[in-house]
């Protein structure tokens, strides 16, 4: 029966990898473009929709599933993983309706790009997932993405440091946007978490 019809777990990785990509990019143009900012935010939230959507049905076919090409909860764990990834850049965008954000900081759109870029050198390592007993690039793309994390780091730690020596920033503004550079920082960490996945997991079951 087709409803009991096996799935291609890895294709569900990418298609979830897929919606990643799309988010951090549209959350890249609400930087540089800083207009319609709520309408922008909800055209990400319909991408982390979609996203759920995947998750959804690929744990409906994993309960009925006899046999699956890795542990079942690797498969889980790579998927919630992606999935918190999306909901963090989602958490960001929101952040700019919720606080009323007016204007864009330079230094923002610099660390949504590392985002992008975080997002796009992990989307590559999930594709080069699906051959982990073979692979010889899944190393150097996790490796990417731990390189990007670091990066974002030091961009984050120099950020908080001068917002407060900027003495024409209210206490409020700073609030805002500690708050909105935390979060941008924790889309990287989430993503170094499924790129270092990936990583153990091709170690597992290789």
Same mark, same amino acid.
């Given at each position: 029966?087709?409803?009991?019809?096996?799935?291609?777990?890895?294709?569900?990785?990418?298609?979830? *990898?897929?919606? /990643?990509?799309?988010?951090?990019?549209?959350?890249?143009?609400?930087?540089?473009?800083?207009?319609?900012?709520?309408?922008?935010?909800?055209?990400?939230? *319909?991408?982390?929709?979609?996203?759920?959507?995947?998750?959804?049905?690929?744990?409906?076919?994993?309960?009925?599933?006899?046999?699956?090409?890795?542990?079942?909860?690797?498969?889980?764990?790579?998927?919630?993983?992606?999935?918190?990834?999306?909901?963090?850049?989602?958490?960001?965008?929101?952040?700019?309706?919720?606080?009323?954000?007016?204007?864009? /900081?330079?230094? *923002?759109?610099?660390?949504?790009?590392?985002?992008?870029?975080?997002?796009? *050198?992990?989307?590559?390592?999930?594709?080069?997932?699906?051959?982990?007993?073979?692979?010889?690039?899944?190393?150097?793309?996790?490796?990417?993405?731990?390189?990007?994390?670091?990066? $974002?780091?030091?961009?984050?730690?120099?950020?908080?440091?001068?917002?407060?020596?900027?003495?024409?920033?209210?206490?409020?503004?700073?609030?805002?946007?500690?708050?909105?550079?935390?979060?941008?920082?924790?889309?990287?960490?989430?993503?170094?978490?499924?790129?270092?996945?990936?990583?153990?997991?091709?170690?597992?079951? $290789?």
């Amino acid at each position: 029966m087709a409803k009991n019809k096996d799935i291609n777990y890895f294709e569900v990785f990418n298609n979830m *990898a897929d919606c /990643m990509v799309r988010s951090a990019r549209q959350l890249h143009d609400m930087t540089v473009n800083f207009t319609e900012v709520k309408e922008k935010a909800d055209a990400i939230h *319909a991408v982390e929709h979609e996203a759920d959507e995947l998750l959804h049905g690929m744990v409906s076919h994993l309960n009925r599933a006899f046999i699956t090409p890795i542990d079942r909860e690797d498969i889980l764990q790579i998927a919630n993983g992606i999935d918190n990834a999306i909901d963090a850049i989602e958490d960001v965008a929101n952040l700019f309706d919720m606080l009323s954000i007016k204007s864009m /900081m330079p230094c *923002a759109q610099e660390f949504v790009s590392l985002i992008v870029k975080s997002a796009d *050198a992990l989307s590559l390592a999930i594709n080069e997932f699906k051959q982990y007993k073979h692979s010889k690039k899944l190393n150097m793309l996790v490796i990417d993405v731990n390189q990007i994390e670091s990066e $974002g780091d030091c961009l984050h730690r120099k950020l908080i440091k001068d917002l407060y020596n900027d003495e024409s920033l209210s206490v409020l503004d700073v609030i805002k946007w500690k708050e909105i550079f935390d979060n941008m920082e924790r889309v990287l960490d989430s993503c170094e978490d499924v790129a270092d996945m990936l990583e153990g997991m091709s170690v597992k079951n $290789g």
